[in-house]
Every structure is written in C-alpha cells, then in structure tokens.
Nanobody, 121 residues
Framework: QVQLVESGGGLVQAGGSLRLSCAAS????????MGWFRQAPGKEREFVAI????????YYRDSVKGRFTISRDNAKNTVYLQMNNLKPEDTAVYYC??????????????WGQGTQVTVAS
C-alpha cells in the first residue's frame, strides 16, 4: 500500500515557477514508476510527466516539454515536478500517482488527493 500527499501548489503569474512535491508512505515507493497528471475545470484528467522507478527514464506531454522537469528521491520517498515558464493553460489540479511506467491512468494503482495550481495571465 502506498499513500501519496501532494504539496507546493498555489497561485503564480504567467512566466513564473512552482515546484510540486509528492511524499509517499510505504516501503515499496522505489519499486513504482511515478507520474504526474492534471485536471483542468471541465476537462478530463490528462497525463503530464512520468519518471521510472530509478529516475533513469522520463517522459513528458508535448505541451510541457522544456518547461517541466520530473525527478524523484527514493531516499526521501518523494517525487517532484519543477514547473517553469508557467502559462494560464497549465491551471489545473495536479495529481501524483504510483504505478507502472505508462501514460494511461489505468496503469496507476495509487493516487494523491491533488494540489491546485493557478496561473494568472
């Protein structure tokens, strides 16, 4: 069992930065790939980024490539999402999830409660 708690969301001006954190409980954190997803108002939840169990592989949706960086620290049971040059269209609730190295949500067994990111224009 893995419990996930996100933090670091907030209100930021366009062009600004935020770093999201996702702290995991449980001794099996390092065995899971970790993903970040987001859901904007009135839209489906979508994939944002993923990092493999050892941090060796990452993948991003096209719209965040070059602006967002996903990383993890297995010693701290934490995954991060550094978000730079934020745009209003990045406004959403951001969720972290633990599962297999995949882009589809059904491959993730554990989810956090989400953290709100709002980017003002």
């Amino acid at each position: 069992q893995v419990q996930l708690v996100e933090s670091g969301g907030g209100l930021v001006q366009a062009g600004g930065s935020l770093r999201l954190s996702c702290a995991a409980s449980g001794r099996t954190f390092s065995s899971y790939a970790m993903g970040w997803f987001r859901q904007a108002p009135g839209k489906e939840r979508e994939f944002v980024a993923i990092v493999s169990w050892n941090g060796g592989s990452t993948y991003y949706r096209d719209s965040v490539k070059g602006r967002f960086t996903i990383s993890r620290d297995n010693a701290k049971n934490t995954v991060y999402l550094q978000m730079n040059n934020l745009k209003p269209e990045d406004t959403a609730v951001y969720y972290c999830a633990a599962g297999t190295y995949a882009l589809v949500q059904r491959e993730y067994s554990y989810w956090g409660q989400g953290t709100q990111v709002t980017v003002a224009s």
